[in-house]
């Protein structure tokens, strides 16, 4: 092997596990986050929104969660989902994060806020049972926001802080720092996906023109505008089916 292809098996390998710890510290950060956030925080909202509305006890929601009954059964079942949703949430944000700008404070504010509106958007509609029974549907909605919302702001809080180099995931023995990679084992066919897009942007980046065209100052700005484009969508589809349920 010359020595020009080892110094480039040994960039790529170095390349690798470092990004192989980021995934593993934002994987650790919005496992535990869904958990607690989208599930726990998830099963506290329905709790409240139960007792709120005494007479909805028994209903199947659109979920398939039946109204007013606390079971093991569905309580594990919604941790799972909060889980799952926790790892769409990272494979999500790994592909984005580099496109925050401004100070932290606005990074975690848009962070937050514009997740809250996107599943806002997807969750509320008038024509089901979660919103449209309820007393006052603003309640349910300011709830179901507020869940992906305060995921994601603390995701990126809490990632950051454990991606770093000082962070855990930067300094711990390589084996025991990926093995929060097996929690993907369930949504296999994500990881893949992510080590394609990986793959695919360092392979581009080694070359001159790609690396010209990766660098370009535009090229973030019209990502920027496609989710400032997708972010006035859900905007105008939430507040229209807001409207309705009122």
């Known amino acids: 092997m010359t020595a020009l292809a080892a110094t480039t098996r040994d960039r790529w390998q170095a390349s690798a596990e470092e990004a192989a710890r980021r995934l593993a510290g934002m994987t650790t950060a919005g496992a535990l986050l869904g958990v607690v956030v989208g ?11 139960a007792r709120l509305n005494p007479h909805l006890t028994g209903l199947t929601s659109d979920d398939g969660f039946t109204m007013g009954q606390f079971t093991v059964a569905n309580t594990l079942q919604l941790l799972g989902t909060g889980l799952q949703f926790g790892l769409l949430g990272v494979a999500v944000y790994a592909v984005l994060r580099a496109l925050m700008i401004g100070p932290r404070w606005f990074q975690v504010l848009t962070i937050g806020g514009g997740p809250a509106i996107v599943v806002g958007a997807v969750i509320v509609h008038p ?120």
Request: charged share 10%; net charge neutral.
């Open 39 to 49: 599930g726990v925080g998830g099963r506290l909202a329905m709790l409240l929104l």
């Open 127 to 246: 024509d089901g049972l979660d919103f449209t029974l309820l007393g006052s549907p603003w309640l349910g909605i300011a709830l179901f926001m507020a869940i992906p919302g305060v995921y994601a702001a603390l995701l990126t809080v809490l990632a950051e802080r454990w991606i770093c180099p000082e962070g855990w995931f930067g300094r711990a023995p390589l084996a025991p720092a990926l093995l929060p990679l097996a929690l993907w084992l369930p949504l296999a066919p994500v990881l893949p996906v992510l080590g394609l897009l990986w793959l695919a942007r360092q392979a581009v980046w080694r070359l001159p023109a790609g690396a010209a065209v990766l660098a370009h100052p535009s090229l973030p700005w019209i990502a920027r505008l496609g989710l400032i484009a997708i972010f006035v969508v859900a905007v105008v589809d939430l507040v229209r089916d807001a409207s309705a349920l009122m």
